[in-house]
């Protein structure tokens, strides 16, 4: 199931730009990509002293790998792409290699740390205060950004996110 979900998103990387890129914005993918794996997220929250079954841990296996972290982390890259247009891309995008390969290093140390606890539901709910924070953040970015369009506040497009592929 897991091979399947990444093959999932594998294809879903071959054809980005015509399955997301083409409909929506690099702010609506990243929101997209931060919801879905807020909704994994969730999934493997224990409700009521229940603990998750196999069917809801493989869901949100789904959400987090073959769908949420490949469209959102696609957007990301290409918005920092899209914030340095001119001079070195390389270095910002190294530097955001490396913060991903430092995260790889860090979240499973700091996953077998939480779960030697007895009680990590108040890590839990942290962790969907923070993805929530980042969907709002993006919301409110989408907002302004639709607001000053309309108002012709600044020049309307030429915000790093809002600047369509050609």
Known sequence: ????????????????????????????LMLIGITLMLLAQLLVIPFGGVEPDFTRFMLCIILMYAVGYPVGHTAVLGAFSKLQREGRQAALLGWFASAGSLARILFPVMAGVLDSKKDNAPY????????????????????????????KIGTPNQTALSITQA
């Open 1 to 28: 199931m897991i091979t399947i979900a990444g093959s999932v998103g594998f294809v879903q990387l071959l054809f980005f730009k015509q399955i997301w890129s083409g409909r929506f914005t690099d702010t609506q």
């Open 124 to 151: 839990s709910v942290v962790l969907v205060f923070l993805s929530l924070s980042a969907v709002g953040i993006l919301l409110w970015r989408n907002w302004i950004e639709y607001f000053t369009g309309i108002l």
